[in-house]
């Protein structure tokens, strides 16, 4: 399994803070981290059709 932190890093994050949240949603349990991780994606979907 690969270390969350060395995978953060490889994303590139322009905001520390962008970081931070990512790294405190991967450090959550797994059954609050799903659902978690499937909205941002449907927003970040929502949000690329509008560019």
Known sequence: ???IGEY???L???EES???LFQ???NLDKK???P???RAKAR???YLKEE
């Open 1 to 3: 399994m690969e270390d």
């Open 8 to 10: 953060a890093n490889t």
């Open 12 to 14: 590139g994050f322009e």
């Open 18 to 20: 962008h970081l931070e």
């Open 24 to 26: 405190a949603v991967m």
């Open 32 to 34: 609050y981290r799903v």
């Open 36 to 38: 978690i991780l499937f």
């Open 44 to 46: 970040l979907k929502d």
